[in-house]
């Protein structure tokens, strides 16, 4: 079975300033890899996805990622963050024989102050 | 921005009574999945369907579970005897396929509170 790793909890960081949030993941096979962000009072929105090819993936508003087999780790980056970035952030995956199913990370939560 | 709407928005039930949330795919989205997230940021993927047929759930043992996704109507789930412990976030998703690399386009959820 795969699971995901999100070793942060929480992350503060001011405005401006460059951003990484870890995810490691553990699956049998090269899973689908996704980071999803959710704000107050909303559900999940979808920021890239992951599979095969470029190893960094560029997303909405600015983020992207970085796809490491050799350290299962599926990082989200971003140069420049923004108060409105602050949100939970959720890295999860999906393997091929689960049909849309997604194992989610615990989140880590963003604090963007100014 | 999602077009999957969820109502209500908020469900408060006291232990024992029936808890029912609705769900309204985004249009042209075949495949429906219902998670469960509790305050611990924890989800659980209950069951997901294509057209009307259910796919994949859970072991819903407990038979207090129910969801459909009927033509021409709202998706539902349904707890047939809420329990203190369903409090959570009920979050409806729909994809346009349902292969793995498939997006979710997420609702804003029905958060369910059980006295």
């Known amino acids: 079975a795969q699971s995901v790793t999100q070793p942060d909890a929480r992350v503060t960081v001011s405005e401006g300033a460059s951003l990484q949030l870890r995810c490691k993941y553990s699956?049998?096979?090269?899973?689908?890899l996704f980071w999803y962000v959710q704000y107050p009072r909303q559900g999940l929105q979808l920021l890239l996805k992951?599979?095969?090819?470029?190893?960094v993936v560029q997303g909405v508003n600015g983020f992207e990622a970085e796809f490491s087999k050799s350290n299962s780790s599926f990082h989200l980056r971003k140069a420049s963050v923004h108060w409105s970035d602050s949100a939970v952030y959720f890295c999860a995956v999906s393997i091929g024989q689960v049909v849309g199913q997604l194992t989610f990370g615990s989140g880590t939560r963003l604090q963007v102050y100014a | 921005n999602s077009k999957v709407i969820q109502t209500p928005r908020y469900l408060v039930k006291g232990q024992g009574q029936k808890a029912k949330m609705r769900c309204i795919p985004e249009k042209g989205h075949p495949v429906v999945f219902w998670y469960q997230q509790n305050k611990n940021n924890e989800f659980k993927f209950l069951i997901n369907f294509q057209n009307q047929e259910v796919l994949q759930q859970i072991d819903m043992t407990e038979k207090r579970f129910s969801a459909e996704c009927p033509s021409n109507s709202p998706c539902s789930l349904e707890i047939q005897s809420s329990e203190a412990g369903d409090s959570a976030l009920y979050l409806c998703?729909?994809?346009?396929?349902?292969?793995?690399?498939?997006?979710?386009?997420f609702g804003s959820g029905t958060r369910l509170t059980v006295l």
């Open positions: 998703a729909s994809s346009p396929g349902h292969s793995s690399a498939e997006t979710l386009y």
């Open positions: 699956s049998s096979v090269t899973p689908y």
């Open positions: 992951y599979y095969s090819g470029d190893p």
